[in-house]
Each structure stands twice: as C-alpha cells, then as structure tokens.
T-cell receptor, first 115, second 109 residues
C-alpha cells in the first residue's frame, strides 16, 4: 500500500473545462513532485515543492498550475488543456529535496484524457 | 545532453533469470535508482546504487559501474508477478533525476 494517494484516478475533460488533481502524502515528507508520464517516454518532471515552496518549474505551459497549501497536499489545476496533454499524471514525495540518496515515493497516478 | 538508455521490451520465462541493462550519459553522477511499475500502478522503489558493485535484495540485484556509465538489474527465479516496466533513473551533478523510458518485461509461463 502506498503512502501517497491521488484523486481522481481517471479524468476525462474537454478542452474548455477546468479541473484539479489532488495528491496527499502520509509519509511526513518535505518535498512533493508532479510528473507527466506518456507511453514509451521518460517521466517528465513538471513541478517540485520543497517545504511548500516551489523550487522547480520545468518549462510547463501555464495551462497547468500547481498549488501546495501544506507539506502533505499538492494540487495541479488544469484549464484549457490540449489533446496532447492526455497522459498519466504522477505525484511523488520524498524526505529531503536535493539529497543524493533521497528516494521518491509515487502515487498511483491520474489517467487524464482530453477530448 | 543527458541520456538514459534501456531496452524497450524484454521477454523471459517463468523461473529463469533476466538482466535489464541501463546505460547513461549525464552531467555528473550522484547515484542510480531502479523502480518497478506495474501497468496502471505507481512506480515503486527497488534499489539505489552510488558505489560500484553488486547489491542484492532477495531475488533482485542491482549492479553499477560508474566508469562505464552502466548498470543492470538482475531478476532471479522469475515469477509471473514480475511482469512490469522497470525504470532506471540517474541523479546528476545538480541532483536532478534523469529518467529512462523504461523496459517492459514480459514473463511467459
């Protein structure tokens, strides 16, 4: 059983919709991450928060907007998405961002389909 | 640029041994991770290597050669439940994780 949960597990939305993905970690970690996973491609890091401050934003389109209200919760707000944004969105957490052996623990992901 | 190479897909037989290779070219090196990901599920941590050599954890072992930019994951006594994707990731000099595209392992009876 994972200490990182994500809701919803599946989401279908139109290009004009606004939706949010939620992630919660129960591991007492200080860092949280959003990744995009597309078929047969490496994981793409989107955002990183450490101690509730955003520390990385890897050239992600503004239609994706993260929010980290506290160290246990992370949101990804979505608006006016494109069909190419359809993918599995994974949340992860880790004990201490920037440490070599820091291990990331993943949630089960949200399978997003944009029509 | 930075790059991680893994075979796209491998097939092996139940009860056998399989070796999944990972080669990397990165700006610096601060360790290499292996993760297992079953279809539709979360990637789960398997191993972390930062020094050269073999580390064993039950049926799974991970090997690292920093001079060759090479690692492998060795799975012994394969079981049907080992059918999954195996992801290799390297932490570079800036402590960023560089991910491979993963190797899909298919186990046949």
């Amino acid at each position: 059983e994972t200490g990182v949960t994500q809701t919803p597990r599946h989401l279908v939305m139109g290009m004009t919709n606004k939706k949010s993905l939620k992630c919660e970690q129960h591991l007492g970690h200080n860092a949280m991450y959003w990744y995009k996973q597309s078929a047969k491609k490496p994981l793409e890091l989107m955002f990183v928060y450490s101690l509730e401050e955003r520390v990385e934003n890897n050239s992600v389109p503004s239609r994706f907007s993260p929010e980290c209200p506290n160290s246990s919760h992370l949101f990804l707000h979505l608006h006016t998405l494109q069909p190419e944004d359809s993918a599995l969105y994974l949340c992860a957490s880790s004990q201490e961002y920037g440490r070599a052996a820091d291990t990331q623990y993943f949630g089960p992901g949200t399978r997003l389909t944009v029509l | 640029g930075q790059n991680i190479d893994q075979p796209t897909e491998m097939t092996a037989t139940e009860g056998a041994i399989v070796q999944i290779n990972c080669t990397y070219q990165t700006s610096g090196f601060n360790g290499l991770f292996w993760y297992q990901q079953h279809a539709g599920e979360a990637p789960t941590f398997l191993s972390y290597n930062v020094l050269d050599g073999l580390e064993e954890k039950g049926r799974f072992s991970s090997f690292l050669s920093r001079s060759k930019g090479y690692s492998y994951l060795l799975l012994k006594e394969l079981q049907m439940k080992d059918s999954a994707s195996y992801l290799c990731a390297v932490r570079d000099a800036n402590y960023q994780l560089i991910w491979g595209a993963g190797t899909k392992l298919i186990i046949k009876p």
